[in-house]
Each structure stands twice: as C-alpha cells, then as structure tokens.
C-alpha cells in the first residue's frame, strides 16, 4: 500500500505537462473548496475548474476494474466507498459552482489535455489561444 501513490502518477504528470505546454497553470494536489477535505489533481481557481485522473483499479472503472480474488469482500468495499465519496464531491463542487473533469488513467493524455485546456478557457470567456 506504501508505494502507491496518491499523486504525480504518470498519466497525471503527462496530462498536466501537455496543459502546461498550451500555456495554462494550474495548483496541484489542491483543495478546490477549504472545508472540503478533499483534493483535485489539477485546481483552476480563477476558472472554477477542478480535474481528477481516476485509476481504473481504485476508483472503479467500468471497463477495466477486475475485482481481486484475495480479500474482495474489503477491496469491493473499499472501491465502492471511493466510489461513492467521487460522487459526493463531484456534486458539493458543482453545488459551489465548479466545473468537474474526471478522466480515466487510461484514456489518451492529448484528448484529456485538450479538453481541459478547452473547458478552462470556455469559462474564462476567451474563445481560444494560448495563456493564463
């Protein structure tokens, strides 16, 4: 369980370099709200943007997630409370007036980038181009 890790995962560090080579910047690891004790891979404040990159494995994708063979009663469990707790924060984001990316770890870092970098720009009024 020590070598998993909870950020800077490689689809998370391709995808956040590809955003930053379109010229947008980005906190990373940040809490969108501060009484949410809960962090967004990516944060955009002044967009109201909040993006996760979900593991297939951890956050129950529904084209890979294998359930385990060994202790699946507390592994099922536990995917189903992240689950769960996804759904929560997704709506307390919205409910606050934030817009909510959530990607696959295996969907194409270009496509994810690119709609990231689209969706920011949509909801600072700007039409298209390059930085912050």
Request: aromatic letters at 10%.
């Amino acid at each position: 369980m020590q070598a998993i890790r909870s950020r800077d995962t490689k689809p998370e560090w391709l995808i956040r370099r590809l955003v930053h080579a379109r010229g947008l910047r980005y906190r990373v690891a940040a809490k969108p709200l501060p009484e949410l004790r809960r962090t967004a891979d990516m944060v955009f404040r002044p967009a109201r943007v909040a993006v996760f990159i979900d593991g297939c494995y951890w956050h129950g994708c529904p084209e890979h997630y294998v359930p385990p063979k060994t202790n699946s009663g507390y592994w099922s469990d536990k995917v189903l409370r992240n689950v769960t707790r996804d759904r929560d924060t997704d709506q307390r984001l919205v409910d606050a007036g934030w817009l909510v990316l959530r990607f696959w770890e295996h969907e194409p870092a270009e496509d994810c980038a690119a709609q990231i970098t689209a969706e920011v720009e949509r909801r600072r009024g700007r039409s298209g181009g390059q930085g912050s």
